[in-house]
C-alpha cells in the first residue's frame, strides 16, 4: 500500500488567497483525520470522519477552514483566505477502526507545508 | 495550554547512551500512544499501551505507564543515531481523538 498520500508537499500563497489541500487516505480505512502542527502549539486535531461524515469539527479555528470527504477516497481541507497565521504543516491520517476504550493505529501522511505570505 | 506535557524538550546525548522521555498529564486516559517522527514526514506509531502500570517494550525502547494512567515514560538503552527524531506522547480519551504533548526532540551524536 502506498500509504497516505498528501498533495501539494510544499504551498507558497500570498494572504487573502485560497488554499486546497488534497488527502488520500490508505484503502479500507473508514476514519480521516486533519491536524496542524506548529512549534507553538504543536499537533492539533482539526477535524475528523467516520465513513465521509464529519464527526467532530471543534478544532478547526475559524469559519475560514473548512473540510470535505466527497467519497471515501478523497478529502479536502480549505482555507479561504488564508493568512499568515495560518502557516503550518498540516497533516492528514486515517484509521481502520475505533476500539472502545482503545485507540488503533493512525497512519499520517507526509505533510502540506504551507507558508502564507 | 497542552494536556499532556513532555519533558525534556530537548535532549542531545552521545551514541551508546540512555535516556528517558516524559510525558504528564493531571487527565485520566484510556490509552496512551508514543510516536516518532522525523524531519519532513508524519510521525509514525511506536506503541500503544492501555493497562494502567503496563510495561511494553520493543527492542531497546522500553514504555511505561503509570498506574493512575496519566503518564508515561520512554526509555532508549544505547541509543543509536537512528533514534534521532521529534517523540511525541498522544492520549486517548473516550471521545476517540488524541490528544499530542508538544514533543520531545532527541539527538543522538555519533
Known amino acids: 500500500d502506498a500509504g497516505v498520500i498528501q498533495s501539494p508537499r510544499h504551498e507558497v500563497t500570498e494572504m487573502g488567497q485560497e488554499v486546497t489541500l488534497r488527502c488520500k487516505p490508505i484503502?479500507?480505512?473508514?476514519?480521516l483525520f486533519w491536524y496542524r502542527q506548529t512549534m507553538m502549539r504543536g499537533l492539533e486535531l482539526l477535524i475528523y470522519?467516520?465513513?465521509?461524515?464529519?464527526?467532530?469539527d471543534s478544532g478547526m479555528p475559524e469559519d475560514r477552514f473548512s473540510a470535505k470527504m466527497p467519497n471515501a477516497s478523497f478529502s479536502t481541507l480549505k482555507i479561504q483566505p488564508s493568512e499568515p497565521r495560518d502557516s503550518a504543516v498540516y497533516f492528514c491520517?486515517?484509521?481502520?477502526?475505533?476500539?472502545?476504550?482503545?485507540?488503533?493505529?493512525?497512519?499520517f501522511g507526509p505533510g502540506t507545508r504551507l507558508t502564507v505570505l | 495550554t497542552q494536556l499532556l506535557e513532555q519533558s525534556p524538550q530537548f535532549l542531545s546525548i552521545q551514541e551508546g547512551e540512555n535516556l528517558t522521555v516524559y510525558c504528564n498529564s493531571s487527565?485520566?486516559?484510556?490509552?496512551l500512544q508514543w510516536y516518532r517522527q522525523e524531519p519532513g514526514e508524519g510521525p509514525v506509531l511506536l506503541v500503544t499501551?492501555?493497562?494502567?502500570?503496563e510495561v511494553k517494550k520493543l527492542k531497546r525502547l522500553t514504555f511505561q505507564f503509570g498506574d493512575a494512567r496519566k503518564d508515561s515514560s520512554l526509555h532508549i538503552t544505547a541509543a543509536q543515531p537512528g533514534d534521532t527524531g521529534l517523540y511525541l506522547c498522544?492520549?486517548?480519551?473516550?471521545?476517540?481523538?488524541?490528544?499530542f504533548g508538544a514533543g520531545t526532540t532527541v539527538t543522538v551524536r555519533a
Open positions: 491520517a486515517s484509521s481502520s477502526l475505533m476500539g472502545l476504550g482503545n485507540t488503533d493505529t493512525q497512519y
Open positions: 484503502s479500507g480505512h473508514d476514519y
Open positions: 470522519f467516520n465513513n465521509n461524515v464529519p464527526i467532530d
Open positions: 487527565s485520566v486516559f484510556s490509552s
Open positions: 499501551v492501555v493497562t494502567g502500570g
Open positions: 498522544a492520549g486517548a480519551s473516550n471521545d476517540y481523538k488524541l490528544s
